[in-house]
């Protein structure tokens, strides 16, 4: 599987954005996207990489404290799509923001977990 994201930019603090990550259909032989759990990481200069949100096949959705009530989760396995939808973002949300993938059903937080990562793409918050 090779995710791509875009939707990055520049926004002021209190902005929002939408992040997306399409995936390009070459699932692991016998599966399809929808047989893949799919999350949302970011990693700021200096830092460690840090989960934000990750959505089951089940449309099961968890959230890091940092983002519960601001960001949303969310797949279009139709469309091999998913969604990061970020609300009242501040300057602390600047990073570089991946999606990720790995094959099964359950929930997973941790960036080691993922065999599948895109590219990255900037957020940057401005004061």
């Known amino acids: 599987v090779q995710l791509v994201e875009s939707g990055g930019g520049l926004v002021e603090t209190g902005g929002s954005l939408r992040l997306s990550c399409a995936a390009d259909g070459r699932a692991e032989p016998g599966y399809n996207l929808k047989n893949y759990a799919l999350a949302w990481f970011r990693q700021a200069p200096g830092k460690e990489r840090e989960f934000l949100a990750v959505?089951?096949?089940?449309?099961?959705?968890r959230y890091a404290d940092s983002v519960e009530g601001r960001f949303t989760i969310s797949r279009d396995d139709l469309n091999e799509k998913m969604y990061l939808d970020m609300n009242s973002l501040h300057p602390e949300d600047t990073a570089v923001y991946y999606c990720a993938a790995v094959l099964g059903m359950n929930i997973r937080t941790r960036p080691h977990d993922y065999a599948y990562w895109g590219q990255g793409t900037q957020v940057t918050v401005s004061s």
């Open positions: 959505v089951t096949w089940s449309f099961l959705a």
